[in-house]
């Protein structure tokens, strides 16, 4: 048994996330697990389909077992949710590699980029950069292209996929784990990305079943009237800031450089959530940033809380293979698998506590769709068997 996990997303899966299952399959991954973002994702947004969904849309199309990031890091920045995802892999005991896509398709390459950006120097270039009002990108770029003195390998950290792929290196680093690294390269213009395939699903446009593989298309068709946006519950959302304290915003995650002011002179200026957001945005803060800044406020998700990390395993959904892995990970796991409610509620505070705010964010979750749902719908999940 060969086992790899893909910390993924899956919003929507579409061909280049089977291109990338299918690749891994080719190198003699025989199980594959799939660390998912549940019903919120690292963009600051509602997944466009439900976590439920996504499993079935997974496991259909190879993917053996889905586990669960939960919502407190599954709307984080690239740094902490790469180091929960990564925990939960390490947690499993049994993953021997971890794949990944990024514009380079090289460890070699990201790894030149992490040892860049570990070197004291780079923090100081970077705020030298900074203080000249280039964008936060731009500095990062600079910086690593002087320390590693390689200005087309710093060229890397302009592609998104590549910058979280580094903080994945980083946090395999950083726990010492004998999972191995292994990256695909994104094929660009081979495949449409997931932001122009929401875009599709958005204006209801059926050219989507080009994009994606048929039993995807055949759940987006079916959900094309129930599928989530952060502008579907923009008054929910704004509604929550115009009621909250400067103080309350201080304790969110990635607020810095007194950019909690802001929020409030936008909160209290605008009309509607897209006006508020781009009176926010600043160079140093870009638009992802700032609506999980955002969505976190509503979600009720804090510096403090986001400093733990993952307290238990949750599956969403396996097949045969799956509960294979399963198996062998009863043997091997270091933090306890969980498929149900009811043995939540044998777990510790601290992980009962999480599980209390997945139930929550999940409440929360449909007021982003056309229709909202009544509460509870966490606590009665059932998981999906392939």
């Known amino acids: 048994m060969k086992i790899c996990a ?33 019903n919120y994702v690292q963009r600051g947004e509602p997944a466009i389909i439900s976590k439920k969904a996504r499993t079935e849309v997974a496991l259909a199309l190879g993917v053996d077992l889905v586990i669960e990031i939960p919502t407190i890091w599954a709307v984080s920045n690239a740094q902490t949710y790469a180091s929960a995802a990564v925990n939960i892999a390490n947690s499993l005991g049994c993953v021997d590699a971890l794949a990944f896509g990024s514009e380079c398709g090289s460890v070699e390459k990201l790894n030149k980029i992490l040892e860049a950006i570990k070197n004291p120097k780079f923090s100081e270039i970077l705020k030298e950069q900074l203080g000249l009002g280039v964008t936060f990108a731009k ?38 784990s004998k999972i191995k690294p292994i990256t ?36 987006i068709s079916n959900q094309m009237d129930y599928t989530a ?23 969110l995650p990635d607020i810095s450089e007194g950019i909690e002011n802001r929020i409030i002179k936008a909160v209290n200026s605008s009309r509607g959530l897209e006006e508020m957001l781009f009176k926010i945005k600043t160079k140093r803060y870009t638009m992802a940033r700032i609506k999980r800044i955002i969505l976190s406020s509503y979600l009720g998700i ?10 238990y395993i949750r599956v969403l959904g396996f097949g045969e293979k799956g509960q294979e892995i399963l198996k062998k990970a009863k043997n091997s ?44 719908e966490e606590q009665k999940f059932k998981i999906i068997r392939r």
């Open 229 to 251: 946006s952060l502008y579907s519950g923009e008054r929910a959302v704004i509604s929550h800031l115009r009621a909250i304290s400067k103080e309350s915003i201080l304790k």
């Open 139 to 176: 500095a990062r770029e600079a910086a690593a292209g002087f320390v590693c003195g390689d200005l087309n390998v710093s060229e890397i950290l302009l592609g998104s996929n590549n910058n979280l792929a580094v903080e994945y290196l980083s946090a395999l680093e950083k726990t010492g």
């Open 333 to 376: 796991a270091s933090l306890p698998i969980v498929y149900e409610y009811s043995q939540i509620k044998k777990l510790d505070v601290k992980a009962q506590k999480i599980f209390q705010k997945e139930c929550a964010c999940t409440d929360l979750y449909s007021f982003f769709l056309n229709k909202v749902l009544p509460c509870g």
């Open 184 to 219: 695909i390269k994104r094929e660009r213009g081979k495949f449409p990305s997931s932001t122009e395939i929401r875009a599709l699903i958005k204006n209801k446009d059926l050219n989507i079943k080009n994009c994606v593989p048929k039993v995807s298309f055949d759940v």
């Open 302 to 311: 804090t510096k403090e809380i986001q400093k733990n990390s993952p307290q």
């Open 6 to 38: 893909v910390i993924c997303e899956f919003n929507p899966f579409h061909n280049g996330h089977k291109y990338l299952i299918d690749k891994l399959k080719a190198l003699g991954y025989d199980h594959i697990v799939a660390i998912m973002s549940g």
